[in-house]
């Protein structure tokens, strides 16, 4: 029922370890019927979330603790793969514009994504991601296709994690802990796969020298696509000069951009290509399909995303997302007036 099984990628690769969380049939019943009648969580997220705890914490004991322990511990794998979820019954078109969906009937899919996510942490959003919704909409947009954002398709998706621009020149401060990604629609093909590369097994396939560059103070993040975009006019704003790799070597921290990462010297840059290929070696690949949930460590470990096709015919992917942090307190100067949850 619940199991964290060692996931070899070739034979030289060390084993890897990736939460494997698999709902049976009559949890999954249960869940769906007691979600599919509460009410948009929109209004008032508060009441929802709670409501949602209740909801989840009804969850097999082994199970919950599975995910519990996934949230709270240094040790635990950095992705969490969810199966057999309850979905909604029907689903309006994908939004072709970035959502959000117009015309949803029913919430067991936000149900399931604030459920998750609360089991992790607290739901908070960016105004200059998504508009500042908790709730955001990962799907294909024509003017993104190939662009180094979640609105992309036909380019593959670097390798990074979700950074947030902070003007104090740090990017990987303010970002979220968790991102959790629930599928509600497939690509036509299915084909899209999400990547996750544990810096633990990152480390391990890089040698003693790359590893000491990329812990060097020689790279620059470029904000994300999306601030870059609506906030800087299309113009690089670059971080601090940091070091992609940081903390302990049995728990790593690892962060990187992927709208731009600048290496500061010739051996910087030799270190970069050597992490994006220990990524390939490192990573775990998913293909979400509905009723499945990626719960992602934005600390362990990068994601990245594989080509698609999309058609823009209201069948395209879809995956509902949140950001989630466990504390607000260290980001509580970023709170947008008016809100709890909502940051600059
Ligand atoms: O589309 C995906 O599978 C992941 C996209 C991504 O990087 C994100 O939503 O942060
Ligand atoms: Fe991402």
Known sequence: MTTSVPHRQSPDAPAQTL?????????RDALGRQLAAEPDPQPDIDRATTRYLQIFATLPTGL??????????ADTPGVGYVRNLPVDP???ATPTDGGPAGGKRSYVAEGVLLGLSGLLGEP?????????QLIHDVVPVPSGATSQTNQGSTVF?????????????????????????NCLRADHEGVA???YADARDIARALDAHTLEVLRSPLFRLNAPGSYVRDVAGGSEVLSDPVGLIGGPQDAPEISSSANGVRALTKEAEAALDRL????REAAHEVHLRPGEALLINNRKGLHARTRFTPRYDGADRWLQRTYVRRNQWPIRHRQAAGSRRVHH
Not at 157 to 181: C, E, K, T
């Open 193 to 195: 796969a999400t990547h």
């Open 64 to 73: 919950l603790q599975q995910i519990l322990d996934f949230g709270r511990h």
């Open 124 to 132: 908070v959003g960016f105004l200059t991601e998504k508009n500042g």
């Open 90 to 92: 029907e689903l309006p």
């Open 19 to 27: 939460a494997r969380i698999d709902l049976p049939d009559a949890v």
């Open 276 to 279: 994006q290929a220990a990524c």
């Open 157 to 181: 998706l670097n390798f990074h994690n979700d950074i947030v621009h902070d003007a104090g020149g740090r990017y990987d401060v303010s970002n979220p802990d968790f991102l959790v990604l």
